[in-house]
């Protein structure tokens, strides 16, 4: 043959390249195929050895949570026994002397004591004046009727008060 490709075998109508070609693509694609499965079973391999070192974490944070718990524990208990000891000793109270000039405790009256006199708070001043906070003089520009406050500062509302007065 002049054209310099090989004729076709006999048996199956393919030339020997072909022939080559597709046993060569069988064995990849067989290849292939394991290569998929030795993945996947180092792939379950790594999850079991991830599912076991989170499972460790764990255990180990709850070993990390119980010794911390137990060294609070002592430490509040050192604290505790410092604190005892730094504390002053009580002392013991004194019995009340009966003075000659006072009636024994059977003899006395037994009137209710009269109660402590009550005080009132101070009552903020009625009328405006520079103690009263911006608030405050605000709250009472409002209930005056007064416009235009809510811009003015302390001094200016106080004055703007006393003139609308």
């Known amino acids: 043959m002049a054209s310099g490709k ?18 060569t693509n069988k064995k990849l ?5 394991e290569a998929e499965a030795i993945a996947r079973k180092a792939a379950k391999k790594l ?3 991830a599912a076991k070192a989170k499972a460790s ?6 070993v990390d949570k119980a010794k911390a718990a137990e060294v609070a524990e002592k430490k509040a208990k050192a604290d505790r026994k410092a604190a005892k000891k730094s504390r002053p000793a009580p002392v013991a109270k ?4 009966a003075r000659k000039s006072e009636a024994p405790a059977a003899k006395r ?5 009269a ?4 005080t009132r708070p101070a009552r903020p001043a009625t009328t405006p004046n520079a103690s009263w906070t911006v608030a405050q003089l605000r709250a009472h520009a409002r209930s005056t009727g007064l416009t235009g406050y ?5 001094d200016a509302l106080l004055s703007a008060i006393t003139a609308n007065r």
């Open 109 to 113: 009256s037994k009137a209710p004591a």
């Open 6 to 23: 090989k004729a076709p075998s006999k048996k199956s109508g393919r030339t020997g390249a072909e022939k080559l070609t597709r046993k």
């Open 29 to 33: 694609d067989k290849l292939a195929l």
């Open 47 to 49: 999850k079991k050895k």
């Open 57 to 62: 974490a764990k255990a180990q944070t709850k």
């Open 150 to 154: 809510s811009r003015l500062g302390k």
């Open 94 to 97: 004194k019995a009340p002397v």
């Open 115 to 118: 109660p402590a006199p009550k």
